[in-house]
């Protein structure tokens, strides 16, 4: 192989080296302009962002937006009940804060509420980049504290819930905190559903008429008040369907405001309170009786006298003079009667009853808490006595209303519900009476509104019927305080085809405040009320 010589060398390198150098100047044009390209395109992509944004300044800088986690909850008639709406939480950046005393003074001129120790303490606290000064503030009160351009306070964009209709329904609805986690109501009690609900874009229907419901509130609130209650509750449903119309606990609250309301005014006492029910419960007594065929229809009793049971006297207090039908010791509330009749029925027979009736176990509505009964089985023969009459048992008013549903099912009990059901949906039924004997008992407990303890609560025209009650409340010397009453009324109407029922009690009305002088009116006034409202109409009365 013979050496490249100089000549040749030198002449092959000076005509490779333009080509060389060429290509990489190409290369170095091509990904300029490509790189330009991709510049554009992004900055053509953001100015259509920012036109379908609109104004950037809108959103404040860092702000977060919490997603909708909660649906809106709606009454039977679509009418709005609770919904989610944007908010603002007060915030500060301690580092930011130049004199923290001369901003506290002036944040509590807008917040008098705010106290001025707690805030001074968050907005000297430089071990933590942001603080929390106040939630749930409305957009004028934003626009209040930008005004006084305020360095290191600023806003984070929440959501918080909001019940338009203030107290109305509010022991119904619930209330949430501020990061909107479910407390009490239906918000607690449907929170899966509320959240799934949320996701899909749909609302939360329940089976609440706010027309109903506002009639039911106000009229126990004036017999509240005038009672000197301290508290009261009242329930009305559909008895076939078990839909829940209308309840109220009293005193009321405002869930907007659901923190600044005192623990009484917040307290369930629908569905979260027990009581022993007092007379109510004597006309299960007495279909209980029938349909096990220990006593009948035209069987005459003396109750002139205190019954004796292992040497403790039962007594009336407004005794039956003569013989008395079961009519009557429904009619008149016979202590003596209903005691004679549960001995009769013995204490196993009776307690498969109450099972039945949905008196021994806690009820399932969707309100997020249902108290249990105290329901202790019967030792002896006075505990059988007194259940047989109204104590010894103490349930929830709702537990009540759904027990006397067996007076709109032909003798079968419906679950309360506040979730509506479908036209074709089947219904639950707990059989517990016959039809026949369900149809004896409607015609005594009509007789107890029409000429009994519970006149208060007729209403011409609507056919009403049902039974008052009056349980001494427990507590002093001899297990009972006279002066202390839990006055009731139950009723079922209309009586020529039953279908809605109605339970009002009133807590602590004072000695001789019987169910028929305090509940049964109540009745009475919303029906008269509702009644148009349900496609029934009243007569004025005589």
Do not use: C
Not at 38 to 57: I, N
Not at 92 to 117: C, K, Q, S, Y
Not at 127 to 139: E, F, I, K, N, Q
Not at 400 to 424: H, I, K, M, S
């Amino acid at each position: 192989m013979r050496p490249l010589n100089a000549t040749q060398g030198f002449t092959g390198v000076a005509t490779l080296a333009p080509a060389l150098e060429a290509a990489p100047a190409r290369n170095r044009v091509r990904f300029l302009a490509l790189a330009m390209f991709v510049v554009l395109a992004l900055l053509s992509g953001r100015a259509v962002q920012l036109a379908f944004a609109g104004d950037p300044l809108a959103r404040p800088l860092g702000a977060v937006v919490a997603p909708v986690l909660r649906a809106d909850i709606v009454d039977r008639n679509g009418v709005l009940l609770v919904t989610t709406v944007r908010a603002y939480a007060l915030t500060a950046e301690p580092v930011r804060v130049r004199d923290a005393e001369r901003v506290a003074e002036t944040l509590r001129g807008v917040f008098p509420n705010l106290d001025r120790a707690t805030l001074l303490r968050r907005l000297t606290d430089r071990t933590r980049d942001l603080v929390y000064l106040a939630r749930s503030l409305t957009p004028e009160q934003r626009a209040q504290v930008e005004s006084l351009d305020l360095r290191g306070i600023g806003f984070e964009t929440q959501n918080r819930r909001s019940y338009p209709h203030g107290s109305l329904a509010a022991h119904a609805l619930g209330f949430t905190d501020v990061d909107l986690n479910p407390l009490a109501g239906v918000e607690r009690g449907l929170d899966s559903d509320i959240r799934e609900a949320a996701a899909g874009g749909r609302q939360i229907r329940l089976t609440l008429d706010v027309r109903i419901q506002y009639a039911l509130e106000t009229e126990l609130d004036v017999a509240a008040r005038a009672a000197g209650a301290s508290g009261a509750a009242a329930v009305l449903l559909d008895g076939r369907s078990g839909e829940v119309l209308a309840l109220t606990s009293w005193p009321a609250f405002d869930p907007n405001q659901a923190g600044r309301a005192a623990e009484n005014a917040r307290r369930d006492r629908v569905a979260g309170d027990v009581h022993e029910l007092g007379s109510t419960i004597k006309p299960f007594t007495v279909a209980m009786a029938l349909q096990e065929e220990v006593a009948t229809a035209g069987e005459l009793f003396d109750l002139t006298q205190a019954f004796q049971i292992d040497g403790a006297p039962i007594v009336d207090e407004h005794p039956i003079e003569g013989l008395a039908t079961v009519r009557d010791i429904l009619a008149h509330s016979s202590n003596i009667g209903a005691a004679r009749l549960a001995l009769r029925l013995g204490g196993a027979r009776q307690r498969a009853y109450l099972e039945r009736l949905g008196l021994t176990e806690p009820t399932q509505l969707e309100m997020g808490r249902n108290e249990a009964p105290l329901a202790p089985h019967a030792r002896g023969r006075r505990d059988v006595a007194g259940l047989g009459f109204g104590y010894g048992l103490a349930a929830t008013p709702v537990a009540l209303a759904g027990a006397y549903t067996v007076f709109a099912n032909g003798g079968a009990r419906v679950e309360p519900t506040l979730v509506p059901r479908a036209p074709d949906q089947d219904v639950d039924r707990t059989a517990v009476f016959s039809p026949e004997t369900t149809r004896q008992l409607m015609s005594y407990l009509r007789s107890v509104v029409t000429s009994g303890t519970g006149r208060a609560a007729d209403v011409p025209g609507l056919l009403v019927a049902g039974k008052t009650g009056t349980a001494e409340k427990p507590g002093g010397a001899e297990g009972y305080e006279e002066g202390r009453n839990f006055s009731s009324f139950a009723g079922v109407f209309p009586v020529n085809d039953p279908r809605y029922v109605i339970v009002v009690a009133l807590d602590d009305t004072g000695e001789g405040a019987a169910g028929g002088m305090v509940a049964a009116p109540v009745v009475a006034r919303t029906l008269r009320r509702i009644a148009p409202m349900l496609g029934m109409s009243v007569r004025p009365a005589e």
